[in-house]
């Protein structure tokens, strides 16, 4: 209901250069990550581009890490906030802001379904690189930015499932690990 109420006009003056359209992970992506990823109490995971946080919900509600949830456009973390409030979770926050600039360097699992263009993929990538010089850090990443951790010397892709899970052309979820 909040997308319909989204005026698009707007959002592309305001954020030209970012992606703002909303596209829902499937469960099944959603699923398989977070059995890749493992997360843990120890764990702070994060959805850089979470849309209304449907990757962190499922996670916060079957596993005992920190998720944490960066978006662009206000009224989806203000609707996610809402349903976080309603489900009281604790271990679960959602920010607006830009993951260009906004601090996420506690983080060591990351989650990215297609969240940015490839300038911004450099900038966000140039930060994860920083963060995983100081602490090792897992990445799930389907879509167009699967393309980008691959050629990242940095990074090494590993298939952290038992049986490689095929979720159509649009799903290909990879994961990669810090080499450093």
Not at 57 to 63: E, Q
Not at 123 to 134: E, P
Not at 140 to 151: C, H
Request: charged share 25%; proline share 3%.
């Amino acid at each position: 209901m909040v997308e319909r109420g989204l005026n698009m006009c707007k959002l592309a003056g305001r954020y030209a250069s970012e992606r703002y359209e909303y596209g829902g992970t499937s469960y099944s992506v959603i699923r398989d990550a977070l059995k890749g990823l493992d997360p843990c109490q120890d764990d702070v995971f994060y959805d850089l581009g979470a849309g209304y946080g449907r990757v962190l919900f499922y996670g916060a509600l079957t596993h005992s890490a920190r998720f944490r949830g960066i978006e662009l456009v206000p009224q989806r973390v203000t609707e996610a906030n809402r349903i976080k409030r309603r489900l009281s979770l604790k271990r679960l926050d959602f920010r607006q802001g830009n993951a260009q600039t906004v601090d996420f360097s506690d983080g060591n699992l990351f989650f990215f379904a297609n969240p940015f263009f490839s300038d911004v993929l450099r900038v966000v990538g140039a930060r994860l690189r920083k963060i995983a010089s100081v602490h090792s850090i897992k990445i799930a990443s389907v879509g167009d930015s699967n393309i980008y951790f691959a050629k990242q010397r940095w990074l090494a892709e590993r298939n952290l499932l038992p049986i490689r899970a095929s979720h159509g052309p649009f799903d290909d979820l990879r994961f990669f690990v810090s080499t450093s």
